[in-house]
């Protein structure tokens, strides 16, 4: 049965309604198998007979906002896909840390893949390349100032629209080692 991971958007671990325990109930009661968090930020790996991402993602924002009430995004992805962008090797010699911010933003609807990446006018961000396979724009910020990273998110969302959410780079390894764990 295929591995999956569902990327919410908007889960925080202070939410109400947006613990693990209630989020992984969703995808059980769903009939998902080997329901699993990583993190506490809305990652969420499951093993499903469907095929069909877009309709895995329909069924799970419809269940978020039966269940509980939120009105959130699920981006899907298979694992294989999640191992192909890891394979790949985007950012060669580059370490997620304090002071440079390595992310995957990952868009929701292939309908939205850009042709190519725009310009960042006063972002202190590398967009290092989009990823058709996995529909992601990979970036790294400078994060010596904390207002570089909100203006890349919020020319992100300017650029692409709400349909995406973003990991840092160290959460996407996780995702993919837990999948295979």
């Known amino acids: 049965m295929p591995q999956y991971a569902a ?10 309604n947006m613990t693990n325990d209630k989020l992984r109930g969703v995808f059980e009661r ?15 790996v499951f093993r499903s007979p469907d095929a069909d991402a877009h309709l895995l993602e329909r069924r799970i924002e419809n269940a978020l906002a ?5 009105a959130n995004r699920a981006i899907v992805r298979s694992h294989s896909e999640l191992r192909v962008l890891l394979d790949s ?25 850009p042709e190519h990446i725009p310009a960042q006018p ?21 994060n010596s100032d904390a207002n570089q990273t909100s203006g890349f998110m919020a020319w992100l969302e300017r650029t692409y629209g709400k349909d995406i959410t973003t990991r840092s780079w160290l959460t996407v390894q996780r995702i993919v080692k837990r999948l295979e764990g």
Do not use: C, M, Q, W
């Open 122 to 142: 006063g972002l202190r961000t590398e967009v290092v390349r989009y990823d058709g396979a996995a529909r992601v724009v990979l970036a790294i910020t400078d």
């Open 7 to 16: 990327l919410l958007r908007g889960i925080v671990p202070s939410g109400t």
């Open 89 to 113: 090797d985007p950012f060669p010699g580059v370490t997620h840390g304090h002071d440079t911010y390595v992310t995957a933003t990952f868009l929701k609807d292939a309908a939205t893949t």
């Open 30 to 44: 769903l009939g998902f198998a080997d329901v699993a968090s990583v993190l506490s930020s809305g990652n969420i």
């Open 66 to 70: 039966d269940d509980l009430g939120l």
